[in-house]
């Protein structure tokens, strides 16, 4: 807490150790034509129950009228809302409660209304719902039945996946080159020449060619033989 106008606040109520409360003040005026004050608080997160509890016994001990209202750096969620009616209704009805909170669409959160039920019932839900508007939770009660329940959930789910688009994935352009470097190394490592066309005479011409060739090659051996011999000759004669 940053605010020293709130320590003196909280500590003219009688609350001790006031920096357990992470508000501050925004504003606090003055109703025109009234002799009420206006405050304006900012809190950083939802409200602890404890907390709550402890500031709401002080509230009583202000001795003009005033009205409060509050600003929330973190906003509330289902689950502070949901922990906040657990412990509310305990400290109010000294029980558990007997029906249960579903999240709906947006801000709006379904009441399940139970198979057995008396007047009891829709006060409960009033009472709720105005202390969720004294502390600002911008939500929405709703009374649903259990049966129906289901449908509301599928209709939000068939919502979700309607607003769900998935894009096409992307290819970059190394991925293109890699891809066409690959192809040309499998099509070149898979290759294999076609086999010619070979007619009668081209197979002769070709085992002609081989004739000479192997020809060539033992008449260069027998040259170079001679060729030897002559020399050892020479020597001798020599």
Same mark, same amino acid.
């Given at each position: 807490? $940053?605010?020293? !106008?709130m320590?003196r606040?909280?500590?003219?109520?009688?609350?001790?150790?006031?920096?357990?409360?992470?508000?501050?003040?925004?504003? %606090?005026?003055? %109703? %025109?034509?009234?002799?009420?004050?206006h405050?304006?608080?900012? $809190?950083?997160?939802?409200?602890?129950?404890?907390? &709550?509890?402890?500031?709401?016994?002080?509230? @009583?001990?202000?001795?003009?009228?005033?009205?409060?209202?509050?600003? #929330?750096?973190?906003?509330?969620? +289902?689950?502070?809302?949901?922990?906040?009616?657990?412990?509310?209704?305990?400290?109010?009805?000294?029980?558990?409660?007997?029906f249960?909170?579903?999240?709906?669409?947006?801000?709006?959160? +379904?009441?399940?209304?139970?198979?057995?039920?008396?007047?009891?019932?829709q @006060?409960?839900?009033?009472? +709720?719902?105005?202390?969720?508007?004294?502390?600002?939770?911008?939500?929405?009660?709703?009374?649903t !039945?259990?049966?129906?329940?289901?449908?509301?959930?599928?209709?939000?789910? $068939? $919502?979700?996946?309607?607003?769900?688009?998935? &894009?096409?994935?992307?290819?970059?352009?190394?991925? #293109?080159?890699?891809?066409?470097?690959?192809?040309?190394?499998?099509?070149?490592?898979?290759?294999?020449?076609?086999?010619p066309?070979?007619?009668?005479?081209?197979?002769?011409?070709?085992l002609?060619d081989?004739?000479?060739?192997?020809?060539?090659?033992?008449?260069?051996?027998? @040259?170079?033989?001679? @060729?030897?011999?002559? !020399?050892?000759?020479? %020597? !001798?004669?020599?």
């Open positions: 807490m $940053k605010n020293v !106008k320590q606040f909280l500590a003219s109520i009688g609350i001790e150790n006031s920096g357990r409360y992470d508000m501050d003040f925004v504003a %606090v005026q003055r %109703v %025109v034509g009234s002799n009420s004050i405050m304006i608080i900012r $809190k950083d997160s939802p409200w602890d129950n404890d907390l &709550l509890e402890e500031f709401k016994e002080h509230l @009583a001990s202000i001795p003009y009228e005033y009205t409060l209202s509050f600003e #929330y750096g973190l906003s509330p969620s +289902f689950e502070d809302v949901d922990s906040l009616f657990q412990n509310w209704f305990f400290t109010s009805y000294h029980t558990l409660p007997f249960q909170l579903m999240p709906g669409e947006g801000k709006t959160i +379904f009441v399940l209304k139970p198979e057995v039920h008396d007047a009891s019932f @006060a409960i839900v009033d009472d +709720f719902s105005s202390y969720l508007k004294f502390l600002c939770y911008p939500f929405k009660l709703e009374i !039945k259990e049966s129906i329940l289901p449908e509301k959930e599928n209709k939000l789910e $068939k $919502k979700e996946e309607t607003n769900e688009t998935t &894009l096409p994935e992307e290819k970059s352009e190394d991925m #293109y080159e890699n891809s066409s470097d690959s192809d040309e190394e499998d099509e070149e490592s898979d290759y294999e020449p076609p086999e066309d070979i007619t009668e005479g081209d197979e002769k011409e070709r002609e081989l004739r000479k060739a192997e020809q060539e090659y033992l008449d260069s051996i027998k @040259a170079e033989n001679e @060729a030897r011999e002559h !020399k050892k000759i020479y %020597v !001798k004669g020599d």
